[in-house]
């Protein structure tokens, strides 16, 4: 049976060979470095959100189980953690990060092939309908209510709003 974590050499941003690699990558397929680094950028920021959790549940640690040993196992977990997140696209920063890049790099169509890529204008000024308002005979009928209100005065009704007062 195969395990569901991902066991191969995890590519860190704390590792320096990786980053000289993934700059030659670069170089050659931009494509797979962008989402290579895309990914590394969303493993620094979910570590980032692990750690703020754990500061944040700091004062609800007791004395006995406070120590540097576990300190630096809760941050290397929460490191492996962040990486494995990171290669399933757990929260999609990598993929927002990469679909916004590559927008940012296409070029700009020019105003000519905008202007052929519309199928007709756009109306400046376009007909509205008009409103139908009620004629003076509809008003003073009144608006009906769908179920009559008990009200013997127009104190009555006052009362709850003014707070007691007349």
């Known amino acids: 049976m195969s395990s569901p974590v991902d066991t191969s050499t995890p590519r860190s941003y704390t590792d320096f ?16 470095a962008l989402k290579e680094s895309s990914q590394q950028f969303e493993g620094l920021f979910i570590q980032m959100m692990l750690k ?7 004062p609800m640690k007791d004395e006995e189980n406070k120590s540097h040993a576990l300190e630096t196992f809760e941050g290397m977990f929460d490191k492996e953690v962040s990486l494995q997140m ?4 757990a929260l999609g920063v990598a ?12 070029p700009a ?19 509205q309908q008009p409103i139908p308002l009620p004629t003076a005979a509809e008003l003073s009928k009144g608006f009906a209510l769908e179920k009559a209100l008990p009200l013997k005065s ?8 003014s707070g007691g007062r007349k």
Do not use: C, I, W, Y
């Open 52 to 58: 703020s959790m754990r500061e944040a549940n700091e």
């Open 95 to 106: 993929d927002f990060m990469e679909r916004a890049v590559k927008q940012q790099q296409a």
């Open 17 to 32: 060979t990786g980053l000289g690699e993934l700059r030659g990558k670069a170089q050659q397929d931009q494509n797979s």
């Open 109 to 127: 169509p020019s105003t000519d092939a905008l202007l052929k890529s519309r199928s007709k204008g756009m109306a400046l000024n376009p007909k």
């Open 86 to 89: 990171s290669k399933r696209g």
């Open 154 to 161: 127009l104190q009555e009704f006052k009362a709850p709003f």
